[in-house]
C-alpha cells in the first residue's frame, strides 16, 4: 500500500471527525460543507480501494491475507457514505456524532489496513 496515502486518508477522516464533533458539542446538524468533506474523504478511501485492487493484481500478497485486506479496503471506502447517509435521516445533533464516528473508524480502519498489508 502507498503509506502517504494511508496516512492522508486517516488524517482527513480524523479532521472531518473533530469537524463534525465540534458540530455535535455545538448543537448543530451535519451541513452542506460537511457533506463536501466527507465527499473528499471516501474519494481518498475510493482511490486507496483501485490502489489495493491494482496492487493485488500485480502479484503483491498482504502480510496477513488477501480475503481481510479486501474486506478492509471495502469497509473502509463504505465507512463515511454508511455515516453520511445515516446523518440524513438524522438531522439533530446526533447526526454530527454518527459522522464523527464514523470518521474515526475510518482512521483505525487506516490503521488496520496498514498492519494487514505488512507495515
Do not use: N
Request: with cysteine; glycine share 10%.
Amino acid at each position: 500500500m502507498l503509506d502517504a496515502l494511508t496516512i492522508a486518508t486517516a488524517v482527513a477522516a480524523l479532521v472531518l471527525a473533530a469537524w463534525c464533533g465540534f458540530a455535535a458539542y455545538r448543537d448543530q446538524p451535519t451541513k452542506d460543507w460537511h457533506f463536501l468533506a466527507m465527499a473528499v474523504v471516501s474519494l481518498l478511501a475510493a482511490v486507496q480501494l483501485v490502489v489495493g485492487i491494482v496492487q493485488l493484481g500485480r502479484g503483491e500478497k498482504p502480510e496477513q491475507g488477501t480475503t481481510i485486506f479486501v474486506a478492509y479496503l471495502i469497509g473502509a471506502f463504505a465507512c463515511v457514505p454508511a455515516a453520511g447517509f445515516m446523518s440524513l435521516g438524522e438531522r439533530t445533533r446526533w447526526g454530527s456524532v454518527t459522522v464523527a464516528a464514523g470518521g474515526v473508524v475510518l482512521a483505525v480502519l487506516e490503521v488496520r489496513l496498514y498492519d494487514i498489508w505488512g507495515g
